[in-house]
């Protein structure tokens, strides 16, 4: 039983791993060989990272490469932060600083977040950073998400995404949660890919409620306006078709 489709999107489902250790194995395999031919065509990839806790064992794994991967191909850019500074136990940057970027040799080209100058003047900081970047007309290669259990990407909540020329805007802070600096809708849907990256079964329920028609989580929202690749392990994969069955 293949999973809902809200009319228009296009579908990419990579359900090809065992556990969280495959999947990011096997994305990390996808990523180096992308890097590499973005060396060789003196064209670096440039990425932008999720945060959260999905993507750390993608992060261990490509760490885990640090010394065959040719940097020279890759510029790092985030798709979201908090808004505190890169020490912070928080930190999307620290997440994948501690088992990767750490390992990047002097002038790697990594862009983090300055989350340290409090959500407004980071946001304005990133998007003038993001503006310049695209200047000769280069977008992201690749957007890397993952996905809250609410439909959330980045830190595009819902009911939070208003009309925007913005690259990255602020999100204030709430109750449940300090204030954020995020790429914003126009922005991933500007980059060249989106990847969602989505493991174990509880995801599912959040990805099958961004998949029905007229869903309008902010991963529906982000699907209406432009493709997006999901790799799931086979326990996200498996409960995205059984729980989609009539
Ligand atoms: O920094 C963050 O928290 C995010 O960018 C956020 O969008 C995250 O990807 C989802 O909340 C999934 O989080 P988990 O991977 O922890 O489930």
Redesign the pocket.
């Known amino acids: 039983m293949a999973p809902p489709r809200p009319p228009g999107a296009i579908l990419m489902i990579f359900t090809i791993a065992d556990d969280d250790q495959d999947l990011a194995r096997a994305l990390a395999d996808r990523l180096t060989v992308e890097i590499q031919a973005a060396w060789a065509h003196a064209r670096p990839l440039r990425i932008a990272l999720?945060?959260?806790?999905?993507?750390r064992r993608l992060y261990e794994e490509l760490g885990g490469r640090a010394d065959t991967l040719p940097w020279q191909g890759l510029e790092i850019f985030f798709?979201?932060e908090?808004a505190v500074g890169p020490e912070d136990p928080a930190s999307?940057y620290r997440l994948a600083h501690l088992p990767w970027l750490s390992k990047a040799p002097p002038g790697a080209l990594i862009h983090r977040i300055p989350g340290e100058l409090g959500a407004q003047a980071a946001a304005d900081a990133y998007d003038d950073l993001l503006r310049r970047a695209a200047a000769g007309g280069r977008a992201l290669d690749i957007v890397l998400?993952?996905?809250?259990p609410d439909g959330?990407?980045?830190?595009l909540f819902p009911g939070a995404i208003g009309a925007t020329t913005r690259i990255a805007e602020a999100v204030p802070a709430t109750a449940d949660r300090v204030a954020r600096i995020t790429l914003t809708l126009p922005a991933l849907a500007a980059a060249r890919r989106r990847i969602v990256l989505a493991q174990g079964a509880a995801?599912a329920r959040a990805l099958r409620a961004s998949l029905v028609p007229g869903a309008q989580t902010p991963l529906a929202r982000l699907m209406a306006e432009a493709p997006v690749e999901f790799w799931l392990d086979r326990a996200a994969g498996q409960a995205l078709c059984v729980d989609s069955a009539p």
Do not use: Q, Y
């Open positions: 999720a945060g959260g806790s999905t993507p798709s979201d908090r999307n998400l993952g996905v809250g959330h990407i980045a830190s995801k």
